[in-house]
């Protein structure tokens, strides 16, 4: 497999051409299916340790409510200018109802949450002392759906996917992406003409996601994904080759793009590895940048972009997440 610098392309002229380009996103449909969840933050100074365990003590200044897991990728296919058609499977409870308050102030409908009497909504809350994170308490039910609120969850996808562009598969790990969702999904999208791309789980095996034109794990995904014996791997560039034919191998895809922190992202098809460094200046909080990637990544491509251009949009969008706490979405005002 031969890399490709980026040297090869001209990313500032790429730059210079964007604003004028963004229109091409406006009203793309792109659907997201997979766990959503309500992110909640507790944030205040710590100033001293509780005198009944050896702990700080958080005097809270702030509390923040943030749309997480797929409902953040809805949120930033929203805020760059598409439309997100987001099918996922909520509790009857509060989390809930704020969830879908959330949504609709993001311009995300709620329509397609599915309810499960059996789950809760799925609730991050974190504790942090300025933008460190103290704790992390989690309110959710790991298990895989019943066949009921799988074939409800299936009908609404299948209704809504001739007014579709695109769709991406947001996997938590949380239950919504069983394998039979995975592959029907991938399948009825293929039929219809529709580029399917996946952010996987580590806790998922690869071959859930086989059918897929694009996957998009970071480092760490993607040498577990892979299967190889991680004891014989490094974390060199020879390596990550490896790491990108066996995923391509695997889930018999196209393309394969591994987002990698602060060394930015590398492109993966037959025979080429195309790598784009980080375009980010400053990281408070990798929370969130990949659902910004893909969501960026997913506009692009059903926009007609290539492959290379829709990549260089998504890592200057991740530039400009990863500057904030929690998750947040890019906005088109902040990419200018």
Same mark, same amino acid.
């Given at each position: 497999m031969k890399q490709t610098s980026l040297s090869t392309i001209d990313l500032d002229a790429f730059r210079g051409t964007l604003s004028s380009r963004?229109?091409? @996103?406006?009203?793309?449909?792109? !659907?997201?299916?997979?766990?959503?969840? @309500? +992110? %909640?933050y507790v944030m205040g100074d710590v100033r001293r340790i509780s005198p009944e365990a050896p702990v700080p003590v958080l005097e809270v200044e702030q509390e923040d409510q943030r749309l997480g897991l797929a409902a953040n990728v809805a949120q930033n296919i929203a805020s760059l200018g598409g439309t997100a058609v987001l099918f996922?499977?909520?509790?009857?409870?509060?989390?809930?109802?704020?969830?879908?308050? &959330?949504?609709?102030? !993001?311009?995300?409908?709620?329509?397609?949450?599915?309810?499960?009497?059996?789950?809760?909504? /799925? *609730?991050?809350?974190?504790?942090? !002392? %300025?933008?460190?994170?103290?704790?992390?308490?989690?309110?959710?039910?790991?298990? =895989? @759906?019943s066949h009921q609120v799988e074939e409800h969850l299936l009908r609404a996808f299948e209704d809504q996917l001739p007014e579709l562009d695109a769709v991406i598969l947001e996997d938590y790990a949380k239950g919504v992406l069983s394998e039979s969702v995975c592959q029907q999904v991938i399948a009825k999208a293929r039929r219809a003409g529709k580029k399917v791309m996946v952010d996987p789980s580590p806790g998922t095996p690869?071959? =859930? =996601?086989?059918?897929?034109?694009? &996957? /998009?794990?970071?480092?760490?995904?993607?040498?577990?994904?892979?299967?190889?014996?991680? +004891?014989?791997? *490094?974390?060199?560039?020879?390596?990550?080759?490896k790491v990108g034919e066996a995923l391509l191998s695997l889930i018999e895809s196209e393309e394969i793009i591994i987002t990698r922190g602060k060394q930015g992202m590398t492109i993966f098809e037959k025979g080429e590895a195309i790598h784009l460094p980080t375009v980010a200046k400053q990281v408070f909080d990798v929370t969130g940048a990949g659902d910004t990637v893909i969501a960026a990544l997913a506009l692009a491509w059903a926009s007609g972009w290539s492959l290379v251009d829709s990549c260089s949009l998504a890592n200057l969008a991740a530039g400009v997440v990863v500057s904030k706490v929690g998750c947040v979405p890019c906005y088109r005002k902040d990419l200018a």
């Open positions: 963004l229109p091409e @996103l406006d009203g793309k449909r792109v !659907a997201i299916i997979g766990d959503v969840g @309500l +992110d %909640e996922s499977v909520v509790g009857e409870d509060r989390s809930r109802e704020r969830l879908s308050e &959330m949504l609709k102030s !993001a311009s995300v409908s709620p329509e397609w949450l599915v309810v499960d009497n059996e789950r809760p909504t /799925t *609730r991050k809350l974190r504790v942090m !002392a %300025e933008h460190h994170h103290l704790v992390r308490v989690d309110y959710e039910k790991k298990k =895989y @759906l690869a071959a =859930y =996601y086989k059918g897929a034109h694009i &996957m /998009t794990p970071n480092k760490d995904e993607a040498f577990r994904l892979s299967g190889l014996n991680l +004891d014989d791997l *490094r974390e060199t560039e020879d390596s990550l080759l």
